[in-house]
């Protein structure tokens, strides 16, 4: 007669049980306490946070666990977020600072792998002081090894979504997940990036730093670029990453979902919010929140480079991706940093299907000897080169100016999008009256001694320029699809959104278009 096996006082069920509750556990109370002293969540309230319910699937939980690193510092878990299929991969802090070890690398690339062959989105919860030193040779030199998480990042990349939060360190190669993903979102206070740490810095050049000012979230958040999304703690963290799935299909071979219609918010018109007189400043982002649905509008990379603004948003349900000049912040003008923001952004739209809307008052790119040495041609011809290259639905309004380069980079007619929309205070046009007027006149203004008959004469072609460029002048060259009443303009996006997401959206054929940089 079979005899069950047992071990010294339990059967192996038990001892499954034991060690599973012990594995989710983590590390040492101790540990675990240190995280919640913080103001962080364990790696386990994240996942309670994010997905719908508990019965989710977990990889590799009983990994390492005999060598008292349960789990190799990681989780990997299968669940659903709002109905759907996510693949999280979520470092433990709690297991020796949540580093790399030679199974780490193993459990990343399988999920990934597994994520990308059933058609769903990853979501990194990184939190970890980075890859162990004492396991690198197993884990570094070889072909399988801790680079192949790049490698699969990459050639996933405009597959399935990849978003990215820090609650906490990501330093030297882990930094590159959050670099590579479509989203990162970083956790005031907690969250750091870097190459090398402060103490490093100071070994090798000489410079003291801290280390917030090192990699810091706020840093990366408003100057590298890095942080596209800053948070207060743990919890809006997670639930950014919710409101940013709610945007995406979960691959590239599907549909945007689209949601209920919500009216826009209550407030001013857009005909109240644009003003006629060029010279007068306002808010796109008032005029975004008059178009959207309430409540849906999604910065993205709020901080950096806010002369332009980029996020999703929702009209009548519809998902759709904005880029909009910003008035009130260097006047809207493209800048090295505001290109490179805009391309990016477009590029994950156009992955994903999702149409976008232009928003357009630019007097041009910015000119001068320092944007110059920025490289501003190279950068701004990668928004030239991004929006050229698009393929999802594209609608270009015309709010007001309409300049020169900037026209280009924001989808005007000839960069082909599906329709260029005016509103009467449009002004499209190589320049503005004030440089055209200087550049056609300048000998004669100069030639005029009297200071008032110069003024004179500066208004009165001033004024011929203006009526030239004129929006029914444009309209009735065919330069427009339509002059559209600013306060009729969310109806119209509707229906053309409607028409436009019917059509095909197939890729210029070839093996690798040569990017910008």
């Known amino acids: 007669m079979a005899q069950s096996i047992e071990t010294d006082e339990t059967t192996v069920h038990d001892r499954l049980k034991t060690s599973v509750a012990e594995a989710k556990l983590g590390g040492s109370e101790k540990n675990r ?23 989710y699937i977990e990889d590799g939980l009983l990994a390492r666990f005999e060598d008292g690193l349960p789990g190799d510092a990681v989780v990997i878990a299968f669940g659903k977020v709002d109905g759907r299929e996510v693949c999280v991969i979520a470092n433990d802090y709690s297991v020796k600072a949540g580093t790399w070890g030679n199974r780490t690398f193993e459990k990343i690339t399988m999920a990934q792998k597994k994520a990308e062959a059933a058609g769903i989105p990853i979501v990194y919860l990184f939190d970890s002081a980075g890859a162990r030193i004492d396991e690198q040779f197993e884990s570094f030199a070889g072909r ?60 090798v050049t000489g410079e003291k730093v801290t280390l917030e000012e090192m990699g810091g979230a706020e840093m990366h958040s408003t100057v590298s670029g890095l942080g596209d999304v800053l948070v207060d703690d743990d919890s809006e963290a997670v639930a950014a990453i919710r409101v940013w799935l709610s945007f995406l299909p979960p691959n590239w071979t599907t549909t945007p979902p689209i949601a209920e219609a919500v009216p826009p918010r209550e407030g001013r018109s857009i005909e109240e919010i644009v003003p006629l007189r060029e010279a007068e400043v306002f808010d796109m982002e008032e005029l975004v929140e008059s178009l959207v649905d309430e409540g849906t509008w999604f910065p993205y990379k709020e901080l950096f480079a806010p002369e332009m603004i980029t996020g999703f948003a929702r009209i009548n349900g519809r998902p759709v991706g904005l880029v909009g000049n910003q008035p009130t912040h260097m006047g809207g003008s493209i800048f090295p940093n505001s290109s490179d923001k805009a391309a990016r952004f477009i590029w994950i739209c156009n992955a994903y299907g999702i149409p976008i809307i232009f928003l357009v008052d630019i007097a041009g790119y910015m000119i001068g000897s320092e944007v110059e040495r920025q490289g501003i041609i190279r950068h701004g011809a990668k928004m030239i080169f991004a929006v050229s290259e698009c393929r999802v639905p594209r609608i270009t309004v015309l709010v007001r100016k309409a300049y020169g380069g900037g026209y280009l980079a924001m989808s005007g007619s000839p960069m082909n999008p599906d329709a260029v929309i005016a509103l009467p205070t449009a002004r499209p046009a190589l320049m503005g009256p004030d440089a055209a ?81």
Request: with cysteine; hydrophobic share 40%.
């Open 144 to 203: 399988n090894a801790w680079g192949n998480i790049f490698y699969n990042q990459v050639q996933i990349s405009g597959r399935v979504p990849q978003v990215c939060a820090l609650f906490g360190p990501s330093p030297a190669g882990s930094a590159y997940v959050p670099a590579l993903c479509d989203l990162t979102i970083m956790v005031r206070g907690n969250a750091t990036a870097y190459l090398g740490s402060p103490r490093l810095a100071e070994m």
């Open 33 to 55: 306490q240190k995280i919640k002293d913080t103001g962080k969540l364990l790696v386990r309230e994240r996942l309670a946070e994010l997905f719908d319910d508990e019965n």
């Open 437 to 517: 007027v200087n550049g056609i006149y300048y000998n004669q203004i100069h030639a005029i001694e009297d200071p008032q008959a110069r003024k004179a004469f500066i208004a009165e072609k001033h004024a011929e320029y203006a009526e030239k460029i004129d929006v029914f002048k444009i309209a009735n060259a065919n330069a427009v699809e339509a002059v559209v009443p600013a306060n009729d303009l969310r109806d119209d996006l509707t229906r053309r959104l409607a028409l436009y997401s019917k059509r095909d959206t197939v890729p210029v054929e070839r093996r690798q278009a040569v990017t910008p940089v």
